[in-house]
């Protein structure tokens, strides 16, 4: 299984992007998926993470209100929608799969990543 991540960019703050993780081929079996981020110099953070029905999720509260985590009717796309962004908010910001009907919070829980998109935003 690959993860392919892309939608990342530059935007001022207050802006909004979206983000898109491909699974690699149609989800034969069931992966929660997730976003983290990892700022310069900083260890990777959890972003949100959604269950494989899509009917559960959650955020880091640094990003609650303001990040929304969705899938696509095929299951094998992952969104993030953010909005209203922040100068913090700029990262590498990473898709994971998690081989499980549940959501993750942790990044050991997570069985596969994407490459990495770069978000910047500037003040």
């Known amino acids: 299984v690959q993860l392919q991540a892309s939608g990342g960019g530059l935007v001022q703050a207050g802006g909004s992007l979206g983000l898109s993780c491909a699974l690699s081929?149609?989800?034969?079996?069931?992966?929660?998926m997730g976003w983290f981020r990892q700022a310069p110099g900083k260890e990777r953070e959890f972003v949100a993470a959604l269950s494989w029905s899509g009917n559960s999720d959650d955020y880091a509260d640094s990003v609650k209100g303001r990040f929304t985590i969705s899938r696509g009717n095929a299951k094998n796309t992952v969104y993030l929608q953010m909005n209203n962004l922040k100068p913090e908010d700029t990262a590498v910001y990473y898709c994971?799969?998690?081989?499980?009907?549940?959501?993750?919070?942790?990044?050991?829980?997570?069985?596969?990543w994407g490459q990495g998109t770069q978000v910047t935003v500037s003040s």
């Open positions: 994971a799969a998690d081989v499980s009907d549940h959501k993750a919070l942790y990044l050991r829980e997570y069985d596969y």
């Open positions: 081929e149609r989800a034969t079996s069931t992966y929660a």
